[in-house]
């Protein structure tokens, strides 16, 4: 079975939480159901299947080009949510997983894969170097879900009228505290990141730093959760402080993986 096949399944599964979600937030009931995870299991199963049978046409670790890298994102994804069911059980975070997942897939559907046939793909560098990022990324998405989720929870006891969100989503500090441990952990897989990135870039073109585009961004993207951290640790913000900076952290990080994943498929393309 061809992969896009396998993502389009993976699609219509993942588009049963996406909807629950959208119920749930219009209804102002609670919806959410082991239906949906169910639904996201199942999804995942066929997304890995998929991104295998992805990793055997194209012949390489299946990360180039934004088809690519947004299926690889929302796989990521849907794993932080699902080890977070498990160890948790019914967890808020599926308000912005589940979402995130079905939009992430949804463009993979509708862009072609990247044809590279770079032999360097093949290095044993670059699949470490590509899981280690994107083990950031995804850290660092639940670290933004949180700084969300601690928005919304502090409106809702604002009002003095808390609806059913309130029910549903961690308290405060838990929201606190998952987003600053994932802002650690996805800055350790960052940093281990940009280390393989150097030993591949060694491999590739014997030298550790070329100064391309991929190579400042992602110090760049480094350097903001450097900044990030520093600020909690040494002026003790936390709260909303730091859920508006895990919040701004991630969407500047998103835009610099979008903006040079694209780029780099225009330059490929003019090639």
Excluded at 98 to 106: D, G, I, K, S
Excluded at 139 to 156: D, I, N, P, W
Excluded at 186 to 201: E, P
Aim: a positive charge; proline letters at 4%; glycine letters at 8%.
């Amino acid at each position: 079975m061809p992969a896009h096949f396998y993502l389009l399944l993976t699609l219509g599964l993942y588009a049963v939480g996406a909807v629950q979600v959208a119920l749930e937030i219009l209804t102002r009931k609670r919806l959410l159901s082991r239906g949906a995870v169910a639904a996201a299991v199942a999804g995942f199963a066929l997304h890995t299947a998929g991104i295998s049978q992805r990793w055997s046409e194209a012949g390489h670790f299946p990360a180039v080009g934004v088809h690519d890298a947004v299926s690889l994102l929302a796989w990521l994804i849907v794993l932080a949510y699902l080890m977070a069911f498990v160890r948790r059980g019914p967890d808020a975070l599926g308000f912005v997983a589940y979402p995130a997942a079905f939009v992430l897939v949804l463009v993979a559907c509708l862009v072609p894969p990247a044809a590279d046939t770079d032999p360097l793909l093949n290095s044993f560098f670059f699949p470490v170097h590509v899981t280690l990022a994107f083990l950031g990324y995804a850290a660092l998405f639940v670290a933004f879900a949180m700084g969300l989720l601690y928005l919304v929870q502090e409106q809702e006891l604002k009002s003095r009228s808390p609806r059913a969100f309130y029910y549903r989503i961690p308290s405060l500090e838990s929201c606190d505290t998952i987003s600053g441990h994932s802002v650690m952990v996805g800055f350790g897989f960052l940093t281990l990141a940009i280390i393989t990135g150097l030993l591949w870039s060694h491999y590739a073109r014997g030298r550790y730093w070329s100064w391309d585009l991929k190579e400042l961004t992602a110090l760049l993207a480094w350097s903001i959760y450097v900044g990030l951290l520093v600020t909690r640790w040494r002026t003790g913000w936390g709260g909303r402080r730091a859920a508006l900076m895990g919040i701004v952290g991630f969407a500047a990080v998103a835009l610099l993986f979008v903006w040079t994943t694209v780029l780099s498929d225009v330059t490929g393309a003019a090639r």
